[in-house]
């Protein structure tokens, strides 16, 4: 059993930046691939960004490449999504998601087997 628990959520003005973090439970979790989704007002869940067990390999959806970065560290059992230059289109639930079967970058909510209980970000104009 995996718990996620998010944090780091909030009100934020465009342009601006915000962490979110995303703790852990388990005692595998350096082996596990974890991902960001987000959810908008009246459409659906969207991946946002995922990063390998090794660290060595990140994948991005196109509308947050070059703002967002997602990293990890195995030691603290937390994932983190930084996010620069953020825009209204931004505002929505973020869900952290743990795979921790496949051993390699997935972008498809599916592929995900836990799921935290999301933070909203909400981006001002």
């Known amino acids: 059993q995996v718990q996620l628990v998010e944090s780091g959520g909030g009100l934020v003005q465009a342009g601006g930046s915000q962490r979110l973090s995303c703790a852990a439970s388990?005692?595998?979790?350096?082996?596990?691939?974890m991902g960001w989704f987000r959810r908008a007002p009246g459409k659906e869940r969207e991946f946002v960004a995922a990063?390998?067990?090794?660290?060595?390999?990140?994948y991005y959806a196109d509308s947050v490449k070059g703002r967002f970065t997602i990293s990890r560290d195995n030691a603290k059992n937390t994932v983190y999504l930084q996010m620069n230059s953020l825009k209204p289109e931004d505002t929505a639930v973020y869900y952290c998601?743990?795979?921790?079967?496949?051993?390699?970058?997935?972008?498809?909510?599916?592929?995900?087997?836990?799921w935290g209980q999301g933070t909203q970000v909400t981006v001002s104009s």
């Open positions: 998601a743990a795979d921790t079967y496949s051993g390699s970058i997935a972008i498809t909510a599916m592929m995900y087997d836990y």
């Open positions: 388990g005692r595998t979790f350096s082996s596990y691939t």
């Open positions: 990063i390998s067990w090794s660290v060595s390999n990140t």
